[in-house]
């Protein structure tokens, strides 16, 4: 689920001075012997999440609908990104890696995931719902704002069942399985936090919908979930660096602030200069790492959190070290039309 947050790029960049977080690295032991799944892990905040429970020694079942074996329909067809990369990425980190195609609009399929979960693994311990695939349904910027009579009501339909659907189709077959031992963990994958949704109007009604009803989602589980020692939270990364996102801009993850200057032959910069903000997937896949191995995290239980606000209760960065502050910016900042220092909030 790739964030969209809506940014002015009214303020001017500071270089993007990064600050170092000194002494923290990922614990590679911290989730050995926890099993995962991450619906949604193909691409985005999913193959971050994914990734970062692997730097914590997880075993992360990955699923999602792009598979090297070309069995099911993606909403993003043609992109190279698929399921099995990202397990092999997660075992990299030094997890276990399981790439498992599903299509999580099917209940029978996941069903099927449910019972292959318990027969091969026995456990569930962290349940992350990061399933999305709304991002081309969605539009970019000149459609956004546009009312709902003038929205095309097939394509509308179609992003609710992939952002909400899913969700309560995964949850329905999995947690089962979860609640059997106390502490399991449900992160609901969102953009924008309850509070910060709640009095703004998020590109359309379909988007605001879909996005306020995942952090509902986060709310309503969590109050079934308490009386098993559970515990749900919705979680929203900032902006992130997604591999659409970077494609986007015309960058990769290793030179993305070229997209921040202006182009040799006098070109503006390809992104706003609110990117100086953006995260890699990693760091909010940090956060849900840090909630899993929280012995207290109960005390985060329907509550709605983003990844930087979880950087500073519990210290991670992201992988350049720094800890980015995206929706701090939004709200004491861009909104405001005022300037600031972009490396006071990374």
């Known amino acids: 689920m790739t964030s969209r947050t809506s940014q002015s790029g009214t303020n001017k960049a500071s270089g993007g001075a990064e600050t170092e977080a000194a002494g923290w690295a990922p614990d590679p032991a911290a989730l050995k012997g926890h099993v995962a799944l991450v619906a949604g892990a193909t691409r985005g905040a999913g193959r ?60 029978d399929q996941v069903a099927a995931l449910a019972a292959r979960v318990r027969g091969e693994f026995g456990r569930l311990d962290v349940l992350v719902n990061d399933i999305w695939g709304g991002e081309l349904l969605t539009g970019g910027p000149a459609q956004w704002d546009t009312p709902l009579w003038e929205l095309n009501l097939d ?43 709640a009095d703004r109007y998020r590109i359309s009604v379909f988007y605001d919908l879909a996005k306020i009803s995942v952090n509902r989602l986060a709310f309503s589980q969590g109050h079934e979930l308490a009386a098993h020692g559970a515990t749900a939270v919705a979680l929203t990364p900032g902006w992130l660096r997604s591999e659409m996102m970077l494609e986007h801009f ?45 012995p207290e995290r109960a005390r985060w239980n329907q509550r709605s959190v983003d990844a930087g606000s979880l950087a500073k209760e519990y210290g991670f960065t992201d992988v350049d070290g720094s800890r980015p502050d995206c929706w701090r910016y939004i709200e004491e900042v861009g909104e405001r039309g005022l300037t600031a220092d972009y490396a006071d909030f990374r």
Do not use: K
């Open 48 to 107: 971050g999440v994914a990734a970062a429970l692997g730097e914590a020694g997880a075993t992360v079942l990955c699923t999602g609908r792009s598979s090297r074996n070309g069995s099911l329909r993606s909403d993003y067809g043609g992109r190279d990104e698929t399921v099995e990369e990202t397990a092999e990425l997660v075992t990299s980190l030094g997890g276990e890696g399981v790439a498992i195609p599903v299509d999580h609009l099917d209940a």
């Open 155 to 197: 394509d509308g339909l179609r992003l609710l069942r992939l952002a909400i659907d899913t969700h309560l189709i995964t949850s329905h077959h999995l947690l089962p399985l979860l609640i059997e031992r106390p502490g399991g963990l449900v992160v609901e994958v969102t953009d924008g936090t309850m509070a910060h949704n």
């Open 250 to 294: 015309g960058v990769r993850e290793d030179n993305w602030r070229d997209s921040l200057r202006p182009g040799p032959d006098g070109r503006p910069p390809s992104a706003p200069a609110d990117f100086a903000l953006s995260e890699t997937p990693r760091f909010v896949g940090r956060a849900v790492t840090a909630l899993a191995t929280d």
